[in-house]
């Protein structure tokens, strides 16, 4: 199920106003069955990310050589890496939500961060695309991606208390855990493939 342009619009308001930190955020999201199925339709909104690590993969000399788009262990790597992101948190949140007691909040944190991944792969890519284009140096876009970095775990932080009420030790956990969780298995993945 692909996400309407209404729910995309009201989903990515949803994710501005948890960033900073307005009341009734959550009610911009759709946390119904229908809507927790759909907020992974999502992915193809961060399609432009996943071209922009493609080309970042094959490097300049690679592009003029061969072009991007082929199937390869590189391409099969990239897409694996941002397919797990977006099934890696929700998977691995069935256990720890029913370990802690929060199988209410599942469906809601699972719709807001999976919103919350397509931000993060939008704006984490940017870096990338300066980079390519050859405004950036590769530094620069560390920098660039710390710094973008830190404002999504703030975010992921309010979605934890947001969506599971958490806080203290157990929300700091968890909302350091479920970015790294990403990262380690799309690294993995890269690495395997």
Same mark, same amino acid.
């Given at each position: ?33 229908? &809507?927790?199925?759909? #907020? +992974?339709?999502?992915?193809? $909104? =961060?399609?432009? /990310? *996943?071209?922009?690590? @493609?080309? !970042?993969? %094959? ?21 694996? &890496?941002?397919?797990? #992101? +977006?099934?890696?948190?929700? $998977? =691995?949140?069935? /256990? *720890?939500?029913?370990? @802690?007691? !929060?199988? %209410? ?35 620069? /876009? *560390?920098?660039?991606? @710390? ?47």
């Amino acid at each position: 199920m692909l996400a309407t342009a209404d729910e995309v619009v009201r989903s990515l308001r949803g994710t501005a106003d948890l960033l900073n930190r307005k009341p009734g955020a959550l009610g911009r999201f759709d946390t119904s069955e229908r &809507g927790f199925w759909r #907020s +992974f339709g999502a992915i193809w $909104l =961060a399609a432009p /990310a *996943v071209v922009i690590a @493609l080309a !970042l993969e %094959r490097g300049r000399e690679d592009l003029v050589q061969a072009g991007l788009f082929r199937f390869d262990h590189v391409t099969l790597a990239v897409v694996a &890496g941002a397919l797990a #992101s +977006f099934l890696v948190v929700p $998977l =691995a949140m069935i /256990a *720890v939500a029913r370990r @802690l007691h !929060l199988t %209410r909040g599942y469906v809601p944190f699972v719709v807001v961060t999976n919103w919350i991944l397509v931000v993060a792969f939008l704006v984490l890519s940017f870096p990338g695309l300066l980079l390519l284009l050859g405004l950036s140096t590769p530094g620069l /876009a *560390v920098v660039h991606d @710390l710094a973008f970095g830190a404002v999504l775990v703030h975010l992921y932080g309010s979605a934890v208390r947001a969506t599971l009420g958490l806080s203290g030790p157990a929300a700091m956990l968890l909302t350091l855990g479920c970015p790294a969780l990403v990262a380690t298995v799309a690294g993995g993945i890269h690495l395997i493939v």
